[in-house]
């Protein structure tokens, strides 16, 4: 580590005693003291929360943080929305689970179909590793074939067929480098990893081993990394070169979906994939997650021969959430996208001016829900291997660990995510935060 960082984390440490000694006690009990590995990037220790309310988050050393990591993206109307709460504690007084079907799975899945534009039919899991499962399955059973691209530094889920290129170092840019000890060798066979926003090599790679490739998998928008967006054209000759090859194009909209608007990012980008995936902001905090697409290729799943199961699928908890949060978000032609946009963009032109003011090269990227932040040189990040080569790392640790000194988190990727419950007056407390941070490094 280096010194600096140490000695940020060391002047921390008094501030989350509490903490640090509920990891000490978790690891006697939890693997690793956590239940996701994304959670042991906490600084100087894995944080443990006592409560949180609209844009706001407490932890139980009695830090007051203004939240941009939202659950990694599911709290879109922030913490503990009560409109949200209400509507779950009445529905589910008529049960929970029922091995069997009800109305407001109907509702939601109708709801989908009319603003999502490549869902001709849909079908709801529990969670965004478990869905890219379901698609990648229903593709290869679609055309026949068995590989599938996808791109570096993209993430899709947590399970061995797509745990590769996802964070790859330099000596392994290209290639199918594992991104977890025991993974399955023969996943590995089955993935093509290539660059993202680079037709010329996705052309190249599609006219030689075309026949063999059921999918290509991509975010529409990169937000894994450096929050990038597709270079014009990018996408659309993507959506060509599928159609033109028999191969599923499949957006992963985990993030994106109804975080960047009601119908996610093929209404922002204006490209429709074949298959989808959600999870995260479409039940406003509660775990929910579903799959869709063309019909043609969804109707597998009618006779079973696709098989896609799960108990907890569909459950009155997720349904009357997911129902809720898309009535919240529809309503008054999406005012809340708006109100929601309006101050992220008050946040990135605030920061790019702070940034600018004190001759530091931090990089802003990304559009008003959800953004990243990073120190390099550059004007623009356009895929991983730029984000790996020229961003730099040791300052964004020193700035993410000044701003939680400074009562503002965000994620360990650069990532910061707006909700509905961010105010005028939390922009204005984190822009004081982050020149505080800036003024540190």
Excluded at 61 to 71: F, P
């Amino acid at each position: 580590m280096n010194y600096m960082i140490k000695l940020i984390y060391e002047n921390m440490s008094d501030s989350y005693n509490k903490s640090k000694s509920l990891y000490k006690t978790a690891s006697k009990a939890l693997a690793g003291g956590v239940s996701s590995q994304i959670r042991l990037t906490d600084m100087p220790t894995p944080l443990f929360f006592e409560n949180g309310s609209g844009a706001k988050l407490w932890d139980v050393d009695g830090n007051e943080y203004i939240d941009y990591v939202l659950g990694q993206g599911p709290n879109i109307f922030g913490h503990a929305p009560e409109f949200l709460h209400k509507r779950v504690t009445e529905d589910i007084k008529q049960g929970i689970i029922f091995a069997g079907q009800h109305q407001l799975e109907i509702d939601v899945a109708e709801s989908i179909k009319d603003i999502v534009p490549c869902a001709e039919l849909v079908r709801f899991a529990s969670s965004g590793s478990e869905v890219t499962q379901a698609v990648i399955r229903l593709a290869r059973a679609y055309t026949g074939k068995n590989k599938f691209i996808k791109f570096e530094g993209h993430y899709h889920g947590w399970i061995d067929s797509v745990l590769y290129g996802i964070a790859p170092d330099t000596d392994h840019l290209g290639s199918a480098a594992p991104g977890s000890l025991g993974l399955s060798q023969g996943s590995k066979e089955e993935i093509i990893i290539l660059p993202w926003n680079d037709s010329t090599a996705l052309e190249e790679v599609i006219a030689k081993q075309g026949s063999e490739i059921a999918a290509v998998i991509t975010e529409p928008i990169m937000c894994n990394t450096n929050c990038i967006l597709p270079k014009p054209g990018y996408l659309e000759n993507m959506r060509s070169l599928c159609t033109n090859n028999d191969i599923v194009l499949i957006f992963d909209e985990v993030i994106t979906g109804f975080r960047v608007g009601l119908g996610g990012a093929q209404t922002y980008t204006g490209v429709t994939p074949d298959l989808a995936t959600y999870a995260k902001a479409m039940a406003g905090g509660y775990p929910a997650a579903m799959f869709c697409g063309k019909k043609e290729i969804m109707s597998q799943l009618e006779d079973s021969s696709v098989i896609h199961a799960g108990t907890v699928n569909s459950n009155v908890i997720s349904m009357s959430a997911a129902a809720e949060t898309i009535k919240a978000l529809h309503q008054n032609d999406g005012q809340l996208y708006r109100k929601m946009y309006a101050k992220g963009d008050e946040l990135i032109q605030g920061i790019k001016a702070i940034a600018t003011n004190h001759e530091v090269n931090l990089l802003v990227q990304g559009l008003g829900s959800v953004f990243n932040t990073s120190f390099t040189f550059k004007p623009e990040i356009t895929n991983y291997e730029e984000h790996l080569k020229y961003t730099d790392v040791e300052s964004f640790k020193k700035f993410r660990a000044n701003l939680q000194d400074n009562g503002v988190r965000i994620t360990s990727r650069g990532t910061w995510m707006l909700s509905t419950s961010h105010t005028s007056t939390d922009i204005e407390k984190t822009l004081n935060a982050v020149e505080s941070s800036i003024k540190l490094l």
